[in-house]
């Protein structure tokens, strides 16, 4: 590959997707060619994953294959063009989300590591790790109401959308936990200050990526 993807993970509320989105906007500036991309947008499946929710119809099984699918479509169509292509592609979420949200779900780990090998690893995986009580906090202040799946509800934790929100956010957690054992992604205290963070997320893309590499007037 030409290029090279960096991926951020955490609980909802950890503040990945505004490091990215400030990585992003960083590499942007500086002239680097870069794609953004996050989970479970594919216009493709869209439709077919909003019906399934709605009428809560999705058993963990077809819930995991659906949410690879919309996986699949982006990384054929946009991830893996552009890395061949030589961007910075980066990833709000990638495999891990489907690894830990998949096994909260009751879906065995190996299947599910095998049914997203086809996807390259990522060059740096951040991992933004939190209290889950902040991120509860972060998130329960800003969502007037919480989806059913979402909150976890499919799973039968708990009647109360917040407290089943509140269980099912603590079993991702402790999977992730397992999965950084694993996999040994980049953990970032997410308990800082946002500038911090960043300062510390720049400083580690730049030490392993050679990011002169990417900028556009290198395009032949």
């Given at each position: ?188 205290d997410a308990s800082q200050s946002i500038e911090d963070q960043q300062e510390q997320v720049r400083k ?17």
């Open positions: 590959m030409k290029g090279a993807l960096i991926a951020v993970e955490g609980l909802d509320g950890s503040g990945k997707s505004t490091q990215i989105y400030l990585v992003k906007r960083w590499l942007e500036l500086e002239g680097y060619k870069v794609f953004f991309t996050e989970w479970n947008s594919s216009v493709v499946v869209k439709s077919a994953t909003k019906k399934g929710k709605k009428r809560q119809l999705l058993t963990p099984t077809t819930f995991s294959l659906i949410h690879c699918t919309d996986f699949a479509d982006r990384y054929e169509r946009q991830i893996l063009p552009l890395l061949k292509a030589g961007y910075i592609v980066l990833a709000d979420r990638y495999v891990f989300t489907a690894y830990a949200r998949d096994a909260v779900r009751g879906c065995d780990r190996k299947w599910i590591r095998n049914l997203y090998s086809f996807a390259e690893t990522a060059d740096i995986t951040f991992f933004f790790d939190v209290p889950l009580e902040v991120a509860l906090d972060r998130i329960l202040a800003g969502r007037p109401k919480l989806k059913y799946h979402e909150a976890g509800m499919d799973l039968d934790l708990s009647p109360d959308p917040v407290e089943s929100f509140r269980n099912f956010q603590g079993m991702i957690y402790e999977e992730y936990q397992k999965i950084v054992d694993e996999y040994s992604p980049v953990v970032i580690i893309i730049s030490e392993k990526i050679d990011l002169s590499e990417y900028r556009w007037r290198n395009v032949r």
